[in-house]
T-cell receptor
Framework: DTGVSQDPRHKITKRGQNVTFRCDPI?????LYWYRQTLGQGPEFLTY????????KSRLLSDRFSAERPKGSFSTLEIQRTEQGDSAMYLC???????????????FGPGTRLTVL | AQSVTQLDSQVPVFEEAPVELRCNYS??????LFWYVQYPNQGLQLLLK??????LVKSINGFEAEFNKSQTSFHLRKPSVHISDTAEYFC????????????FGTGTRLTIIP
C-alpha cells in the first residue's frame, strides 16, 4: 500500500489562472476528503466523496472551486480564476468507512502547496 | 457548532523533560477525538485516537492522551521527549457521524531543546 499521493506538490500561478490538483487515495478506500490549510491554522474541511458521489461541500468552497471523483478512484480539485487568498496547502485524505456511525482513520497525503502571485 | 481549541501555539521543552499539549473541544454530542502529528515537510500522520472505551489511549512512540468528558479535554502527554518529537501537533474531533469530517485545532508547534 503506497499511501495517499497528491500531485503536484507545489504550484505557483498568477492571479486569474486556473489550477487543477490530483489526489490518489489508498486503493479501495471509499471515502475521500479535501481540506485546506493556511499558515498558522489547522486544516479546514472543504468537501468529501463517498465513492464517486460528492456528498457535502463546505461554505469555504466558493463557486470557483470544483471537485470530482470519477469512477470513485482518484479525485481532482480545480480552482478557476485563482485569487491571492487561495494560497494555501491543499490536503487530501482517504478512509474506508464501513458503516454509518462508525469511523475509520483518515490517511492524509503530503499536500499540494499553492502560491498565487 | 463544534470547535477544537489548542491554546498553546508553541511549546519549547528540554530534551528528556515531560510535555503536555492541551486540547479542549466543544460539543454537545458524542465525539471522536484524534491527535495528528506533522513532521517538517511531511503530511499529517495519526498519532492516537479515542473512539470509545478506555479513556486513556496510547501511541507506539510513548505519547498518551486522556479523554476527560467533564472537562471536555483531550490533552496529549509524554513523560520524556526526544529531539525526534519536534513537529506540529494537531488535535481534531469528529462529531458529525454522517460525514465524519475532522475539525482541527490550530496546532501546537513542539520544539525540543537539546
Amino acid at each position: 500500500d503506497t499511501g495517499v499521493s497528491q500531485d503536484p506538490r507545489h504550484k505557483i500561478t498568477k492571479r486569474g489562472q486556473n489550477v487543477t490538483f490530483r489526489c490518489d487515495p489508498i486503493s479501495e478506500h471509499n471515502r475521500l476528503y479535501w481540506y485546506r490549510q493556511t499558515l498558522g491554522q489547522g486544516p479546514e474541511f472543504l468537501t468529501y466523496f463517498q465513492n464517486e458521489a460528492q456528498l457535502e461541500k463546505s461554505r469555504l468552497l466558493s463557486d470557483r472551486f470544483s471537485a470530482e471523483r470519477p469512477k470513485g478512484s482518484f479525485s481532482t480539485l480545480e480552482i478557476q480564476r485563482t485569487e491571492q487568498g487561495d494560497s494555501a496547502m491543499y490536503l487530501c485524505a482517504s478512509s474506508n468507512l464501513q458503516q454509518r456511525g462508525g469511523t475509520d482513520t483518515q490517511y492524509f497525503g503530503p499536500g499540494t502547496r499553492l502560491t498565487v502571485l | 457548532a463544534q470547535s477544537v481549541t489548542q491554546l498553546d501555539s508553541q511549546v519549547p521543552v528540554f530534551e528528556e523533560a515531560p510535555v503536555e499539549l492541551r486540547c479542549n473541544y466543544s460539543s454537545s454530542v458524542s465525539v471522536y477525538l484524534f491527535w495528528y502529528v506533522q513532521y517538517p515537510n511531511q503530511g499529517l500522520q495519526l498519532l492516537l485516537k479515542y473512539l470509545s472505551g478506555s479513556t486513556l489511549v496510547k501511541s507506539i512512540n510513548g505519547f498518551e492522551a486522556e479523554f476527560n468528558k467533564s472537562q471536555t479535554s483531550f490533552h496529549l502527554r509524554k513523560p520524556s521527549v526526544h529531539i525526534s518529537d519536534t513537529a506540529e501537533y494537531f488535535c481534531a474531533a469528529i462529531t458529525n457521524f454522517g460525514n465524519e469530517k475532522l475539525t482541527f485545532g490550530t496546532g501546537t508547534r513542539l520544539t525540543i531543546i537539546p
